[in-house]
């Protein structure tokens, strides 16, 4: 059973950029969610999506968006981009619309911004 | 606002010794469940425990184990008998009914040492 893939998994931009990124999920599971993982803050949340909808939302500027499509993939999108939007982009999946059984990570995407 | 501290950012053990990470947490809710999550240098976080709150008894999983302190809203993370491969960032995590999103402490760094 293939599992959370996410691609690319490097990524350079400049500033100003915008920057599309993707994740396809365990098979079956319709649940995505997405995280920021820096040195300094560690990991937080950005947004969560289950059967094309978002459910729910982090603290991140209007600048991150993300969608689901009908097969579950997801993407996510960061426009204008800033110094500090360089990390690592990680992606997770669960089969129900709720995380109490705990997600299944991707391997990240690591995005620097220069 | 709910939080996941751990007070360890940093770790270093002997190989085959037994190692216990420490995690404190804070919330007011009753509903919710508690994760251990492991990201070694390929980056994809493995979930290793996960412990339902209302239940008492500690969660077990081969070599790890926790100890769930409610009252104290303690939840530190036992590695017995250490092996080379449990070299990695070690992140306690929480799950809220109330947010439906798991949040993240700043993570641990443990080196097994041969």
């Known amino acids: 059973k293939a599992g959370v893939t996410q691609t690319p998994r490097y990524l350079i931009k400049t500033r100003g950029q915008q920057v599309t990124l993707s994740c396809s999920p365990i098979?079956?599971?319709?649940?995505v969610s997405w995280y920021q993982q820096t040195p300094g803050q560690g990991l937080q949340f950005l947004f969560e999506?289950?059967?094309?909808?978002?459910?729910n939302k982090g603290n991140f500027p209007g600048r991150f968006s993300g969608r689901q499509f009908s097969n579950s993939r997801s993407e996510m999108n960061v426009s204008t981009l800033e110094l500090g939007d360089s990390a690592l982009y990680l992606c997770?999946?669960?089969?129900?619309?709720?995380?109490?059984?705990?997600?299944?990570f991707g391997s990240g995407t690591r995005l620097t911004v220069v | 606002a709910q939080t996941v501290t751990q007070s360890q950012p940093e770790m270093s053990v002997q190989e085959a010794e037994t190692v216990t990470l420490s995690c404190t947490y804070d919330t007011s809710e009753n509903n919710y469940y508690l994760f251990w999550y492991k990201q070694p240098p390929s980056r994809q976080m493995i979930l290793v425990i996960r412990?339902?709150?209302?239940?008492?008894q500690n969660a077990t999983e081969n070599r790890f184990s926790v100890n769930f302190q409610k009252a104290a809203k303690s939840f530190s993370l036992k590695i017995s008998d250490s092996q080379l491969g449990d070299t990695a960032m070690y992140f306690c995590a929480f799950w809220l009914n109330r947010d439906d999103k798991i949040i993240f402490g700043k993570g641990t760094r443990l080196h097994i040492l041969p």
């Open positions: 412990q339902e709150a209302y239940k008492q």
């Open positions: 999506y289950f059967s094309e909808t978002q459910r």
């Open positions: 098979s079956g599971h319709r649940s």
């Open positions: 997770a999946s669960s089969l129900a619309p709720t995380g109490r059984y705990g997600y299944t």
